[in-house]
Structure formats: structure tokens, C-alpha cells
């Protein structure tokens, strides 16, 4: 690790101390406030703070000097281009930027590898790197990514050849035939060597050259490429993920140099060797025009024959001159001439000056092209004239034969002769090549005895065994090595290979860095069609990476255990991920840390579970159920704030919590109250610090939140904190023993100690109360007594449903009592008819359980009635201080109802700016009720997306001890809201 280096100029010599202990005091601080901070991550805290002097002074020349004369003797690391530089300046402001401090030159390797990877194709098959960034050129190996000391020069004969190493194609995976990849290469070595029609061309060599100067091609490319590669990762050659990416590097190059191996096999359409690639799949192509284009020779003999005769002397009678009957323009003859003259040369003279004319008129003869196939053995034949004999040679059918006789006319004639015969030099056997699945034809003579059908191919054809490897065997000069043995023949090609089994050491290999993170914005919608925006961070990918120990070649496999590196410096990763966000703890793997440690992301693997329908965190509202994703980990905790807990499954009841073991002494117990949509899966209640100790990860949480969430999270609901915008909390830790008056001077003396057992610092006379409102039906099919109660008192005098209903509002009040000291209750019993049994009582349940016991079973069932008291019983209540109001109606029938009643109900208390009203309406017994139901729909209607009206519903409850639990739950969730779970977690 480096120094941090801080540089404070123009300083005055009498104030470098105080500037030095400023900064040093400054530092302390961000590293006492975040444990987190760069510089105890990235540096260790190793700092040193340099001051300068001012411009112009003597000092700051010699400051300087020595400061440039310490960097310059400094044996630094230098970037070997402008692009690593930057590479390395964007991949530290990103570190900086997400407080990731995994190993730099980690991080350093998986890029350089990464941009190998995806670039080694392009290189290997173009000979060049396609930079995927429009901002910025395609780059090639031989200038944007030079490699020092790179031959690019290709030599043929001992002479360089003007042949570019960029943009030649060899890769036939990428759409193009072989005759598209081989062709300008085959017109370079036209070039080079001459046309293969070419008189004085010898095609079987032109064809080895030709492969000569494919293999060097190839050769270079895989010469550029490998130093390419090397000078990129010679700093962490050991590295495991750079020996997997040399040893698929090598083994493209050499399936490279396979492919580019000419077939050579006879031409489909003549006698020229085939120039496709080896193991190609149409038909053989010389890439020619199949045709010999040199002149006939018969034509060139004939003519020939005739200058001859034309220019050789006739001889007359003996001792007579030769008579050529020549004359000149005048009508003399060459005689006259001669005998004029007297001249004894001048006959010869003129006779060998024709003979000269006559060679010249044999080289300009425009003769005849032969009409053969191009390759063809024997004279060349233009088929127009009867030269040959043409007709079917008596082998015609044998591999290799051209069909037609080249013999004389006529020569059947002959008995010595007179079998037909073509040109070939010889008629081969023709059949399939022994070898399954080799379609070759053998090229063995056809008279010659053999058991083997054997092609011209001499290499084994099969693909090496090896898992990935599509390289041939290398059995070059063994075609039938597949059958050899007892046919447990092991094809390999002779090169390494890579393992294919994951690393075998503890621990997981390879955490991603953030690099790999992306951040981006999503939209979040909730079951009950909330939608908002929220961070997602891609999934932290931890993985086994394969093994990096190559595998010899011809062999199966390598000695030794499978590992992901060769550096025995590094480490595994711990392989404990988070429940909630499924991020990897980023220790070492059996580290000494009591607790994991992790970056966290989003809660991917929790759900919503409430008593209510909906919870709330912020402004985010969510259905039971709903996934957590778009809470972080690290955040959502100080979204919950003081005093929240966390919902993990029990893992000791199996059905009931008479079973659960767990004590709030350990910052856990067992649920307190049913959380959907799972209420049949026993859970237990965390505070903050327990949860992240039961999950054994380090808190990610900053310690002044930490402390925060430790303490009780009841608050003071009285008016006045309404008007101020105060807040107070209980001053106590969570899940604290009730406080009684009497422990106020235990408490500092200042404050007050509520009923509910909490103590406050403020002071008033009253806290923040509900108004419970029943209305209950007494009609005459309440006093069936299918439905009783469980209260003995109730049992003496209402042993039927009324009992069953009044010893449930007897539980609901006991229940409210104990947790709201100011709430006040309402009694509306009706039939037909509706009275108010009593309106606005303070809470004490033993009174109101005597008054409803005075309520008898009589008459009809009319809904209308009740409704209209409970408008006037409600209006009258909160004339008196600001409640919020809960109503519960209840029936065993089925009435009707005027909509308006209800609707006035509602709406009035809107019109009076109070908080909404939450109204439950439950049909007690068998059967649906649809007034019932319409009364919850009408109070949803006005709930206008208020949390604590919204959750108004219809129930049923078929016995009293589904109403028990029922009203139950209706008093505990006045208080209660929402929380994750995760689904890992969970026992089902």
C-alpha cells in the first residue's frame, strides 16, 4: 500500500505546525466518523502532509527540486500506454465513489482479462480488435496495439511479401466459404508464382508453396497474437484466470492453423488439386476455370510438318539444280536469273531466306486451344479435329480417368494396339476410403491387389477427445488410427488443454467487484398499485471459477488438486451470503471475525409480512406478500427508524408459540400477533442488533443509528405535539418492563409515565386516544346458541351468540386498555331499532362489560337505524378533543341500509378536517351477507389512500372463536405495521 500525499502551498514558515496539526485533527475526525473511510481502506492510515512555500521564494525552488528529484529516483510502475492509464484512473474513482475495497490489482486482472476475452476472436480471425466504443476508432495489432519488438513481415522464398497482417479473414465461423477466405490469398500467390495454367508450371508444386505461404500467414498471426497477449499479462502471469485464457488462446490458434490447410484432393471438374480448406463439406474446387488453356500440340506438329515439306528442295533429274519455280514481278524466272548473273550462291541465298520467313509464320499461328480439362496428363488436344481417337477409354468408371482415347485413329486395327486408352497417368481403385465416416475415394492403382481402401489424406480425421477441443487428432501420418488397438483408441492433439472441473479448494474463488455493478433506476409496483422509482443493483455474482492447472498433453487429466490459481499468495472468499440480499461476505474464507462482512444491496430474497393489509416504510406503501427488492439492506433499517424490529421464522415452534424458547432478555420473542399473508408459519420478533446477530453479519448501519434503534419506538400521541410538530419517545430500551408512577424519580423525575407503562420527558394532560364505536345486532336469531361465550359471568345470563359477541368486546376493550389509557367507546345495539347504550366513555372494560350484559335478544333486523345514531354518537364524541375513530358493525342477518346514512357518516368527519374513519362491518355465522360487504366497499371509497382508513374491511367469522381471534386482531392492529422476512428463511 502507498501514502496518502497532502500538499498544502503557500505556507508561512512560522505557520507549518499549526497547518500540519489542523489538517492531522481533520483526518482523525472523518476516520473516528466513518470506519469506512478511504483512508484506513485504501492507505492504512498512512499519511504524511508536505507544506510549500510561497511562488517567488528562494525555498520553493529547492522544495521543488527535491521533490522532483524524490519521484525520479523512485522506482515506480509505468503505464505502458495512455489507455492503461486511464483504465486504472476510472476503475480507482469508481472504487473511491462505491467505498469498494476489494484488491485493486485484482479488479486490474479481471479487466485486463475481460478485454482479451472479448476482443481475442476478432484479433485472431482479422488480425485486428474491434473497439466497441463508438467514441473511439477500431484499434489494429499492428498500431493501436502495438507490441514492442512484433515481426510483422511475411517472407517467401527468402523475400518479404507486401502482404498487410490487418483485415486478412481466417476464421470460418463467420459466415464466409472457403472459396470467399482462400481466394485472395490464392490471387497474392498468382502474383508471386505465376498462374498455375502456365506452360512451364509444375501445379503440384505450385500447390505446396501455395500451402507454404498459408502456413506462414498463420504462423504470423499467431506470432502477433501471442506477444499481444504476453506483453499484456506478463505482471500477473500466475493468475489463474490468465492461464485459462493462454491455454484457449493457443488452442484457437492452433485450430487455426488446421483449418488452414489446403485439401489437395482431385478436382471435382479437372485434374488440378482442390484449394478448399481441408474438411470442407461442398464439393472440390481448384478455384479455376477448369479448362486447359495451352495450345494444341497436334495442331502445332501438323503445321509444323507442312513448313517442313514446304521448305526442303525438290530434286529433279540427276546432276540437276533444284527447280522452286519461283518467279519475280517481270515474269522471269529464278533460272533466268541465275544464268544471267553467273552468281553460283544466289539459289542457296534465296532458298534460306524462305526457310527463315517460315519459322517466323510458325511462332504467330494462332493455333487451336486444347479442349481437355485443366491438369490433364499427356498432349494437349484441342478435340476439334480427328487428332485422337476419342473414343470411351476401356477403364472409364476407374477414379481418375479421363474418359476419352488419346491414341491414333484407328489404332483398334492393330492388334498390338488396340485397346482404348485416355491420358491418365494413372487409373486408381475409386472406392470409399475404408475408414468410417471419411468419404475420400482410394487412391490406389486399380490393378493392384490391396484390403484397405486408403485416401490420400494421411492425418487421423477425428476431433480430439478432450472436453471443448474441436482440434483434429494428431495422428498426422496415421488415417486409420480410429482402428487401430481394440477399438479403445484415444484421439488427442497433441497440445494442452484446459481443465474443465471447478476449483476444488474452500471458499468461493472470485467475488465480482463493483466494477461489475451497475446502478440504474427501476420502477417498483406494489400489489395494491403503489408505484415508485428505486435504485437496483445488479446481483453480486460470487462463483467457484474452474481450475487453471493445465492438462498435458495426451493426457486426461492433470496430478494434483483442482485450483482457480497459480499464486499461492491468494485467498478464497468466504462462501456465507446474506439472507436478505444473497451478497457474499467479502473475508477470507474461515476467517478470524466472529461476523461476516458484506457491501449489501437489495433485499432480493425478503417478502412483505403485516397484521395489516398494507405497510408503509416512507412513503413507499406495500401489500402483504410483496417482494423487499426495492429496499437496500443498509437502508432500510433507518427508513424503519427507532424502535423497529425485524420478523424472522421460529425456528423452535413447529405449530404453536407454547413451544417458542426464545426471551426478550436476548433481543427476540415470539410473535406477539399473526403476520400475513403466512400467519400459519410461527414466527419470532428481533430488535435491530439481534437480527444481525442471529444472521451473523457485521451491522451495516452507522453507530449513532445503531444506538437509535435500540430504544423504544412508542410515541406520544397527545394534541400538542400535533400543533408543535414535537416528537417524544420512550426514554427506555426496547421491550423495557412497564414503568409504574412510581418509578418516575428513577427516570430523571421529569416527564410522565403513561398507563401503558412507558415513560415520556414531556408533560401534558392527556395522550393521543381512539373512539371505538360497536354497533352490535340483538335481533331474535342472535339468541341461537350455536355461538357461546367463554366468560363464565356471560354464560349464567348470555349463553348464545349475544353472549359470544359481548364476551369479544370485552376482550377488544381489555386488550385497547392496556395500550391507550385516553381512548373512549361507544355502544350502539339494534334491531329494528337502534338506541345508544353509552356514548364516549372512558375505557374500563369491567364497567361496559355489566352495561352490554343488559342488552336482551328481541326483534327484527333493520341496518338503517344504527347507522344514523353512530353519525350522531361520533359527531358529539369528537366535539370534545381529536380521536381517531374505529367502527365496528356486527350482524347475524341480512338487512338494509340506506348508502346515505353512511356516506353522511363518512363525509362529515372529511368536512371537519379529521383523519379518516376505519370501518370493519363482520356477518357473524354461516353465509355471505352483501350489505355487509357494500358497507366496507362505501367506507374503502373515502379512505382516499389514508393508511389507517384504508385498511376498513368486511369479515367473517362462522363461530366465537374465530370472532374472538378475529377482534383480536382488530385491537392489536391499531398499533402494529410491517416488515421483511426473508424467504430463505422460511420453514413452510
Not at 474438411?279 to 486447359?292: G, Q, T, V, W
Not at 420512550?730 to 418516575?744: N, S
Not at 336469531?781 to 369479544?808: E, F, W
Request: aromatic residues 8%; charged residues 25%.
Amino acid at each position: 500500500r502507498g501514502w496518502f500525499y497532502i500538499n498544502i502551498k503557500d505556507v508561512d514558515k512560522r505557520d507549518i505546525k499549526d497547518l500540519q496539526l489542523h489538517f492531522k485533527r481533520k483526518l482523525q475526525d472523518i476516520c473516528k466518523e466513518d470506519k469506512n473511510n478511504f483512508l484506513t481502506k485504501m492507505y492504512k492510515g498512512q499519511v504524511t502532509i508536505q507544506t510549500f512555500p510561497t511562488l517567488g521564494n528562494a525555498e520553493f525552488y529547492a522544495e521543488l527540486k527535491e521533490i522532483a528529484q524524490h519521484l525520479t529516483s523512485e522506482k515506480t510502475p509505468t503505464f505502458a500506454s495512455g489507455r492503461e492509464f486511464k483504465d486504472v484512473l476510472k476503475l480507482l474513482m469508481a472504487k473511491l465513489h462505491m467505498q469498494e475495497w476489494s484488491s485493486f490489482d485484482r479488479t486490474m486482472i479481471a479487466m485486463v482479462v475481460d478485454r482479451l476475452h472479448r476482443n481475442r476472436q476478432d484479433a485472431i480471425e482479422r488480425g485486428l480488435i474491434i473497439n466497441h466504443n463508438q467514441d473511439e476508432e477500431a484499434l489494429t495489432l499492428a498500431s493501436g496495439e502495438a507490441v514492442d519488438g512484433l515481426d510483422l513481415v511475411v517472407s517467401f522464398k527468402d523475400n518479404p511479401v507486401d502482404l498487410p497482417d490487418m483485415g486478412i479473414m481466417l476464421g470460418r465461423d463467420r459466415g464466409k466459404t472457403d472459396k470467399e477466405l482462400v481466394f485472395p490469398l490464392m490471387q497474392v500467390m498468382e502474383k508471386l508464382q505465376g498462374s498455375r495454367h502456365a506452360p512451364d508450371i509444375n501445379v503440384q508444386k505450385w500447390t505446396t508453396d501455395f500451402q507454404e505461404l498459408l502456413t506462414k500467414v498463420c504462423d504470423r498471426r499467431s506470432q502477433c497474437i501471442t506477444q499481444w497477449v504476453e506483453s499484456r499479462v506478463q505482471s500477473f502471469a500466475d493468475d489463474g484466470d490468465v492461464s485459462i485464457l493462454q491455454n484457449g488462446i493457443r488452442a484457437h490458434l492452433a485450430r487455426m492453423a488446421q483449418d488452414w490447410t489446403l485439401c489437395q484432393s482431385k478436382c471435382a471438374r479437372c485434374f488440378f488439386p482442390c484449394l478448399l480448406l481441408k474438411y470442407h463439406e461442398d464439393d472440390h474446387d481448384c478455384l479455376s476455370s477448369h479448362k486447359c488453356d495451352l495450345e494444341c500440340d497436334f495442331c502445332k506438329e501438323a503445321h509444323k510438318a507442312a513448313f517442313e515439306v514446304s521448305s526442303v528442295p525438290v530434286l529433279g533429274a540427276a546432276n540437276e539444280e533444284p527447280d522452286f519455280g519461283l518467279e519475280d514481278e517481270n515474269g522471269e524466272s529464278d533460272d533466268d536469273v541465275s544464268a544471267e548473273s553467273g552468281d553460283d550462291t544466289a539459289l542457296k541465298n534465296k532458298a534460306d531466306d524462305g526457310r527463315e520467313e517460315a519459322d517466323i509464320d510458325l511462332l504467330n499461328v494462332d493455333f487451336l486451344r486444347c479442349g481437355d480439362q485443366a491438369g490433364h496428363s499427356g498432349k494437349h488436344d484441342c478435340q476439334q479435329k480427328n487428332h485422337t481417337c476419342r473414343s470411351t477409354c476401356h477403364l472409364f468408371g476407374k477414379s481418375n480417368c479421363n474418359r476419352y482415347c488419346v491414341k491414333k485413329a484407328g489404332h483398334e486395327k492393330d492388334s498390338l494396339d488396340g485397346e482404348h486408352l485416355c491420358n491418365a497417368r494413372q487409373h486408381l481403385c475409386g472406392e470409399v476410403c475404408s475408414l468410417d465416416n471419411c468419404t475420400n475415394k482410394c487412391i490406389s492403382p486399380y490393378e493392384l491387389t490391396h484390403s484397405r481402401h486408403a485416401c490420400r489424406d494421411l492425418a487421423c480425421p477425428e476431433k480430439c477427445r478432450m472436453p471443448k477441443c474441436n482440434n483434429k487428432c494428431s495422428g498426422v501420418n496415421n488415417h486409420f488410427h480410429d482402428m487401430e488397438g481394440d477399438g479403445d483408441v484415444k484421439h488427442f492433439c497433441g497440445m494442452e488443454h484446459s481443465c474443465s472441473y471447478d476449483c476444488k479448494l474452500a471458499g468461493i474463488c472470485e467475488v465480482v467487484s463493483e466494477r461489475y455493478i451497475e446502478r440504474k433506476e427501476e420502477m417498483f409496483v406494489t400489489s395494491l398499485g403503489h408505484a415508485f422509482a428505486y435504485q437496483k443493483v445488479t446481483e453480486q455474482n460470487g462463483s467457484r471459477k474452474k481450475c487453471c492447472i493445465s492438462i498435458p498433453p495426451n493426457e486426461d487429466a492433470h496430478a494434483g488438486e483442482h485450483c482457480c490459481t497459480l499464486d499461492k499468495r491468494r485467498v478464497h472468499f468466504c462462501d456465507r451470503r446474506c439472507p436478505s440480499c444473497n451478497y457474499y461476505c467479502n473475508l477470507r474464507y474461515n476467517h478470524d471475525e466472529d461476523l461476516h462482512s458484506t457491501e449489501h444491496g437489495n433485499m432480493r430474497l425478503t417478502y412483505v409480512v403485516s397484521e395489516q393489509e398494507s405497510f408503509t416504510v416512507n412513503t413507499r406503501c406495500y401489500g402483504r406478500g410483496d417482494s423487499g427488492e426495492a429496499e437496500m439492506c443498509n437502508f432500510h433499517c433507518k427508513s424503519l427508524g427507532r424502535g423497529h424490529i425485524h420478523i424472522m421464522p421460529c425456528e423452535d415452534a413447529a405449530t404453536s408459540r407454547d413451544a417458542c424458547t426464545v426471551s426478550k432478555a436476548d433481543g427476540k420473542q415470539h410473535e406477539t400477533c399473526k403476520y400475513g399473508p403466512d400467519e400459519h408459519i410461527p414466527k419470532d420478533e428481533l430488535i435491530h442488533d439481534a437480527f444481525w446477530r442471529a444472521i451473523r453479519f457485521k451491522d451495516p448501519c452507522p453507530p449513532e443509528d445503531q444506538d437509535q434503534f435500540k430504544l423504544c419506538g412508542v410515541e406520544c400521541l397527545a394534541d400538542e405535539h400535533d400543533k408543535d410538530g414535537s416528537k417524544f419517545y420512550c426514554t427506555a430500551a426496547m421491550w423495557h418492563d412497564p414503568f409504574t408512577h412510581a418509578d418516575l424519580a428513577t427516570c430523571g423525575g421529569q416527564g410522565h409515565i403513561h398507563s401503558t407503562g412507558h415513560h415520556f420527558e414531556c408533560v401534558h394532560s392527556g395522550t393521543g386516544p381512539t373512539h371505538h364505536v360497536f354497533m352490535v345486532d340483538h335481533s331474535g336469531s342472535m339468541g341461537d346458541k350455536d355461538c357461546q361465550p367463554t366468560l363464565l359471568t356471560l354464560k349464567a345470563t348470555h349463553n348464545n351468540r349475544l353472549g359470544a359477541v359481548i364476551d369479544a368486546c370485552n376482550q377488544y376493550l381489555t386488550m385497547r386498555f392496556s395500550k391507550a389509557e385516553n381512548d373512549v367507546v361507544s355502544f350502539i345495539p339494534f334491531e329494528s331499532s337502534a338506541q345508544v347504550l353509552f356514548q364516549g366513555e372512558p375505557l374500563n372494560p369491567l364497567v361496559q362489560l355489566q352495561k352490554m350484559m343488559t342488552v336482551r335478544v328481541s326483534g327484527g333486523t333493520d341496518f338503517s337505524p344504527p347507522l344514523r345514531r353512530a353519525d350522531e354518537v361520533v359527531s358529539s364524541v369528537e366535539r370534545h378533543g381529536k380521536r381517531n375513530c374505529v367502527v365496528i358493525f356486527l350482524s347475524d342477518g341480512e338487512g338494509s341500509f340506506q348508502d346515505s346514512y353512511l356516506r353522511d357518516l363518512l363525509q362529515r368527519r372529511v368536512n371537519r378536517g379529521q383523519d379518516m374513519l376505519r370501518f370493519h362491518s363482520i356477518k357473524f355465522g354461516s353465509g355471505h351477507s352483501t350489505e355487509l360487504q357494500r358497507m366496507a366497499d362505501i367506507a374503502k371509497q373515502f379512505s382516499a389512500g389514508d393508511q389507517f382508513a384504508s385498511q376498513s374491511s368486511y369479515s367473517l367469522s362462522v363461530d366465537s372463536i374465530q370472532l374472538a381471534e378475529h377482534f383480536e386482531q382488530l385491537a392489536s392492529s391499531l398499533n402494529k405495521g410491517g416488515f421483511l422476512v426473508d424467504r430463505t428463511l422460511t420453514r413452510h
